[in-house]
């Protein structure tokens, strides 16, 4: 069973070059978001200077991948490299394209990671002078079960006696912007949260806030990786332009061995915080040996809201339906993926 799942620019699996060339709205003071109302989920664009270069990085689980941004007469050209190989395209058009605009596709990727890299070239000869980059989303293509299996999602709330909280956590209930009612944070440095596991798949859910910093999540043997929680919007460190339900870390295509995760916060000399929402696991009927990706094996356009309230349904543990969508929502670049 393939998957599309998707990724908002404001989760902290998204990693920019520098965060200050990018600008984008104030989630906070947008609320309740009407998808209705706004052609972008949360959209960053990037306006060039002449020469200037900035990066967007993903690795991604493969076996496909599509990004989508903005295409119009203020747009111009990117680069985008896939495992060293790169592409140079542009956005420029004579009039705005409906949105979201698709800016690449690669549908033949091996099942394997890939290191996926934007770059903004700005204005290049064919541009007319336009040198802006929007970048929405990006969607891309995981296996979670063998073809005909089923798999569930099961929600760990912060509250669950099976997570081992280490270190000085503070629960915030109630809280109703966050899933279950609450979470936990920590401004502690050093301090820890771990489960244990058996899934195909498994996501962890928090909050992006300007108060926030670096945190690392260590899946099993594997090395320790960094991630951002500072929100987008620029700013000092303060409470400011917070955004709940955001994807804080995903590994897919897991096999079907006992699996030990853990989030430690990176606190700095700003003693900044860490928010804990909620872990989802995904748990297959069956576990898969990876296969070549067919036409028919996704639906164009579908993919796991994970973030939605009704993917993490129950109290603390129980298992639900995964979930499928046919609207766009969440994404943008710089998330990891295992095999």
Excluded at 225 to 234: H, L, M, Y
Excluded at 256 to 283: C, K, M, R, Y
Excluded at 309 to 326: E, H, K, Q, V, Y
Aim: negative net charge; hydrophobic residues 35%.
């Amino acid at each position: 069973m393939n998957v599309n799942v998707t990724v908002d620019d404001f989760e902290s699996v998204i990693l920019f070059s520098d965060e200050s060339q990018w600008f984008t709205s104030d989630p906070s003071k947008n609320l309740p978001f009407d998808p209705a109302k706004s052609p972008w989920l949360v959209a960053r664009e990037y306006a060039s200077k002449f020469g200037e270069r900035t990066m967007l990085n993903a690795p991604s689980p493969g076996p496909a991948l599509f990004v989508y941004g903005a295409s119009g007469p203020d747009y111009g050209s990117y680069e985008v490299s896939i495992d060293g190989e790169s592409i140079v395209l542009s956005a420029h058009a004579s009039f705005n394209a409906s949105s979201p605009h698709l800016l690449y596709s690669n549908s033949s990727l091996s099942y394997a990671n890939h290191t996926l890299k934007l770059t903004n070239l700005g204005a290049q000869s064919t541009d007319q002078g336009a040198s802006k980059f929007l970048f929405d989303y990006l969607l891309a293509t995981t296996q979670l079960a063998p073809s005909g299996a089923t798999v569930t999602n099961t929600t760990i709330q912060e509250t669950n006696p099976r997570l081992n909280f280490v270190g000085n956590w503070t629960t915030n209930t109630p809280n109703p912007a966050f899933s279950g009612g609450g979470s936990k944070y920590t401004r502690e440095d050093g301090a820890s949260v771990s489960l244990t596991f058996n899934g195909s798949a498994v996501y962890i859910f928090g909050d992006k806030v300007n108060d926030h910093g670096l945190f690392n999540v260590t899946l099993d043997s594997r090395p320790p990786q960094t991630f951002n929680g500072v929100a987008g919007c620029g700013g000092t460190f303060a409470k400011a332009c917070e955004k709940t339900n955001t994807l804080a870390f995903f590994a897919g295509s897991l096999g079907p061995e006992e699996h030990t995760i853990t989030v430690q916060n990176i606190a700095g000399i700003n003693h900044s915080f860490f928010d804990l929402d909620d872990f989802v696991v995904t748990t297959p009927s069956q576990y898969f040996i990876p296969s070549p990706i067919t036409s028919s094996s996704v639906a164009s356009g579908t993919r796991v809201q994970a973030s939605s309230t009704t993917s993490r349904n129950g109290d603390m543990g129980t298992a639900a339906p995964l979930p499928f969508i046919n609207t766009m929502i969440l994404v943008l670049l710089g998330f990891m993926w295992f095999l």
